[in-house]
């Protein structure tokens, strides 16, 4: 057996999806964007505020998916129906499964919708220009508090391969912080650093939402999205007789800006929904393996847009980025590490000893069928 074997399962094509939309969407603000144009605080403002609505609207659009799952458990229903009509049925309701259901929805809401206004906040209490810096090295943060928070919440237990992918973080997250915190001390850390901290909350219980009260991602984001327009809602009523809300935004470059918006809210939900995919069918520490690879990728835009380049700096931060990423791998279990045990606690490392002990047991209770068949063989040479 290899020492490091590699496991792909079909269902990480969400990572796949994901990452391929979010580059995608990257690339298109990119080249067609014009943020950079606009150096004054009520555009920053104001396009931070148009975003949280761009991200509330797609997740509105999941409805469309809530009626279609409709018309096709109303479907399947009628045809259960026909076929049990003339058969007696034990029906068993488990109403405990609903209850609280929409209190983790609210709460899950204003988790996602604080921290998704991390920026707008910002304008809205400081008049200070945020600049274009290195903030992913807080990726950190967002690794760190899903497995405390999955420790604490969804009581998921610590192996050997666990505590080694947790060395292999500190040894990337320590050149990774100390590069980011020195070139980006300024308040905005601890904003960030509260973001990612409600982003991971927010995926811890929506794992509880999907997998115990066995609600469908389409439905949780839906909902979500009616809990964040009310905010929106609430929000207008607050801000816009303050003047803190400018539908003046628009009056520059109005088609492309309202074309990119169209673009970031097509991509927003299948990009949602492949979210609460990972969540659904691995853990909320596989997002963070979604997000780690992306930081990569945001770090790599700032870079091509800093005026100065430091080489030493840059083979550092992506050398560490790639350290991580390699812990997380090991912490998800998608590359398994065969010596020292550190399979014992993995997925397939549990599947293959169950397979030796049922394998076991049932030689076990072959060899006392033979012994039987062995008695009874001697006592009826005795008795003839």
């Not at 906040?121 to 990726?139: A, G, M």
Request: glycine letters at 4%; a neutral charge; one cysteine or more.
């Amino acid at each position: 057996m290899a020492w490091i074997s590699f496991k792909f399962y079909k269902n990480y094509y969400y990572f796949l999806i994901f990452w391929i939309l979010e580059l995608g969407t990257s690339i298109i603000k990119y080249f067609f964007d014009e943020n950079s144009t606009y150096n004054n605080i009520d555009y920053s403002r104001d396009n931070e505020y148009f975003h949280l609505i761009e991200l509330n609207i797609s997740d509105l659009l999941a409805g469309f998916f809530v009626l279609f799952t409709e018309m096709q458990m109303k479907t399947q229903k009628t045809e259960e129906v026909k076929k049990s009509k003339n058969t007696q049925e034990l029906i068993y309701n488990d109403y405990s499964i609903k209850r609280n259901k929409f209190v983790y929805v609210f709460i899950i809401s204003i988790f996602n919708f604080l921290g998704s206004s991390i920026e707008y906040f910002y304008y809205l209490i400081s008049d200070t220009k945020l600049k274009k810096e290195n903030f992913e090295w807080l990726i950190s943060v967002d690794i760190i508090t899903r497995i405390i928070f999955s420790k604490i919440i969804l009581k998921t237990r610590l192996y050997k391969h666990h505590i080694i992918s947790l060395i292999i973080f500190v040894i990337g997250f320590l050149p990774l912080t100390l590069c980011g915190f020195i070139n980006s001390l300024n308040f905005y850390i601890l904003l960030v650093f509260f973001r990612n901290v409600l982003y991971a909350l927010g995926d811890i219980f929506s794992k509880i939402l999907l997998t115990k009260k066995f609600v469908l991602p389409q439905y949780l984001i839906f909902w979500k999205g009616i809990f964040i327009f009310v905010i929106h809602i609430i929000l207008f009523i607050i801000l816009y007789p303050l003047g803190k809300i400018d539908f003046d935004y628009f009056s520059f470059y109005k088609t492309k800006k309202i074309l990119l918006g169209i673009v970031s809210i097509l991509t927003l939900l299948p990009k949602n929904l492949c979210v609460m995919k990972v969540i659904y069918l691995f853990t909320p520490q596989h997002v963070g393996f979604l997000n780690v690879v992306v930081s990569l990728k945001n770090y790599g835009l700032y870079i091509s847009n800093r005026d100065e380049k430091i080489a030493s700096e840059i083979i550092i931060t992506v050398l560490s980025f790639f350290v991580v990423i390699f812990g997380t791998l090991i912490f998800n279990e998608m590359i398994i590490i065969n010596i020292f045990e550190l399979d014992k606690g993995t997925k397939p490392g549990i599947i293959q000893r169950e397979k030796i002990e049922m394998d076991t047991s049932i030689l076990e209770e072959d060899l006392r069928n033979e012994e039987e068949l062995e008695q009874e063989q001697e006592q009826d040479e005795i008795k003839d």
